[in-house]
Nanobody
Framework: VQLQASGGGLVQPGGSLRLSCAAS????????MGWYRQAPGKQRELVAT???????NYVGSAKGRFTISRDGAKNTVNLEMTSLKPEDTAVYYC?????????????WGQGTQLTVSS
């Protein structure tokens, strides 16, 4: 399984950005796709998830500013981010969880850097 994240970069405060993640080599049924982030000196934290049925969950400051979406046919997950703040600066990782009985899968992408700064 390979997860290729893209879309990171340098954005000014108040700006917007879209992250994308494409999963390939999937040999299992996907339950949940999500985005996590890790700021310098901090632990990795959950940003948002979306289930195979389309249910979404947002954590903390992502609520109301970020939108997660997925394309089940293409095994991609996107994160639309608006009203970006300097504290959103982090490496963003995509994650895919699923199963193929009796094995459960938990796969991570390589991360993409987002820097919010003027």
């Amino acid at each position: 399984v390979q997860l290729q994240a893209s879309g990171g970069g340098l954005v000014q405060p108040g700006g917007s950005l879209r992250l994308s993640c494409a999963a390939s080599g999937i040999i299992f049924t996907i339950n949940v796709m999500g985005w996590y982030r890790q700021a310098p000196g901090k632990q990795r934290e959950l940003v948002a998830t979306i289930t195979s049925s389309g249910s979404t969950n947002y954590v903390g400051s992502a609520k109301g500013r970020f939108t997660i979406s997925r394309d089940g046919a293409k095994n991609t997950v996107n994160l639309e981010m608006t009203s970006l703040k300097p504290e959103d600066t982090a490496v963003y990782y995509c994650n895919v969880q699923g199963y193929r009985a009796p094995i459960t899968y938990d796969s991570w992408g390589q991360g993409t850097q987002l820097t919010v700064s003027s």
